[in-house]
């Protein structure tokens, strides 16, 4: 994975390139006993896109000297987000040094926190970005929701199934704070499986992605009756071509601030859009069943997210539709295969092929004594569990 979810998010916007790369290195090299995300830019519109998108816990803003100029950078910077920690950086080898006291004191009126000149002193920057550590970690818990996918390089093992299913269990309990987001953009499956016609979806979000908020996104969303919102997948397969990992970022963030779930279904296949699902996946779940050609192929998926440097502990496997066949391996068998326990299995069960056929998804129907509906409370009630408990209050 080129980015780690739970590190802090540094933007570095300067005017000069090699200055960028200068304040990169040496964050990175004060920060080389942890995880930090560091962007660079030059472009005001790549750097408001990237607080958009990335949500940095900071902004360093290399100061130009002309307030006029660092007042336009700043305000369109805080336009994304009011209470983004802004510090300027200035060189005592540029007209910028000699920064008078009204020009600091505006600048503080206009949201700049801190001020740090290059070369930056180690100590400096550490005690920065230690205050950068305890805020992003104070703040992280209030501000997101929970995200979890459902992920597979098989298709036909019930994944998209499961996914609705899961989350029409949460909506159940939670209605109108769980959103549905059908990210698998060239076989979207969401829709038919909880017998609605979206009118908006997916490629809506993109092509309004500049105004995209809060309101925005859920009249995107469809409602089902269950009290789960669905973002669906697009209806022309070539259209969703246009849809990239940046876009799917911009609004899983969006959602995740908006509603206290959402679970994303994604296409099974590992390409740059389910790399950045699972950049922003608090839970990750494998989906497979028993059948040989399945597991060797989620061995390879499981090889694969290790050489990028997965997070191990985000990842959980389900086996779905078990059923005890003549050369079927067995759940001991499938944990060896994979060097991994089994967390979830549910059984193999009729009426959750023909919940997908009716498109009533069938958590919606209790069943007493059923093991499947058993294992998908468990599997709900795990997801609840992952909600920091300073988000209770948003019930």
């Known amino acids: 994975m080129t980015e780690s979810k739970l590190a802090p998010r540094v933007l570095v916007f300067t005017q000069d390139e090699a200055v960028g790369r200068e304040i990169r290195e040496a964050i990175r090299n004060v920060a080389a006993d942890g995880p930090i995300n560091v962007y660079v830019t030059t472009d005001l519109t790549q750097a408001v896109d990237t607080v958009r998108d990335r949500e940095p816990n900071a902004v360093m803003l290399e100061l130009s000297g002309d307030l006029a100029s660092d007042r336009t950078r700043i305000g369109e910077l805080r336009s994304i987000h009011s209470d983004l920690m802004l510090v300027g950086v200035y060189s005592a080898e540029s007209n910028s040094a000699n920064i008078h006291s009204g020009y600091m004191v505006e600048l503080v009126r206009l949201g700049v926190s801190d001020f740090l000149r290059r070369p930056i002193a180690e100590g400096e920057l550490s005690g920065f970005m230690n205050r950068l550590v305890s805020t992003g970690q104070a703040n992280e818990p209030a501000r997101s929701g929970t995200c979890v996918a459902f992920v597979s390089n098989k298709g036909g093992v019930g994944k998209s199934s499961l996914a609705v299913n899961t989350a029409t269990a949460l909506a159940l309990q939670y209605p109108n704070e769980v959103l549905l987001i059908d990210a698998s953009l060239q076989m979207g499956v969401c829709a038919p499986m909880l017998n609605l016609t979206p009118e908006t979806s997916l490629l809506d979000a993109f092509e309004q992605r500049q105004r995209l908020d809060s309101t925005l996104i859920r009249q995107l969303a469809t409602p089902h009756e269950s009290g789960l919102m669905l973002l669906a997948a697009p209806s022309d397969p070539i ?17 995740r601030r908006t509603f206290r779930f959402v679970i994303v ?8 859009v389910v790399m950045s699902v ?45 059923q005890q066949l003549a050369g079927n391996p067995l759940i001991d068998d499938v944990a060896r295969s994979l060097r991994m326990p089994v967390d979830h299995v549910l059984p193999y069960d009729k009426r959750m092929i023909t919940a997908a056929n009716v498109g009533r998804p069938c958590t919606m129907d209790l069943v007493r004594w059923s093991k499947l509906h058993r294992e998908l409370k468990q599997l709900a009630n795990e997801i609840i569990a992952l909600q920091p408990v300073q988000d209770e209050g948003r019930r």
């Open 239 to 255: 259209a969703a071509a246009d849809i990239d990992d940046q876009s799917i970022v911009r609004v899983l963030n969006l959602a």
């Open 265 to 272: 279904d994604t296409f099974p296949l590992f390409d740059q």
């Open 278 to 322: 699972l950049d922003i996946a608090t839970r990750a779940y494998v989906v497979l069943d028993n059948v040989v050609p399945t597991v060797l192929s989620v061995v390879h998926l499981l090889r694969l997210l290790e050489n990028l440097q997965y997070p191990h502990e985000r990842l959980r496997i389900v086996v779905n539709r078990y």
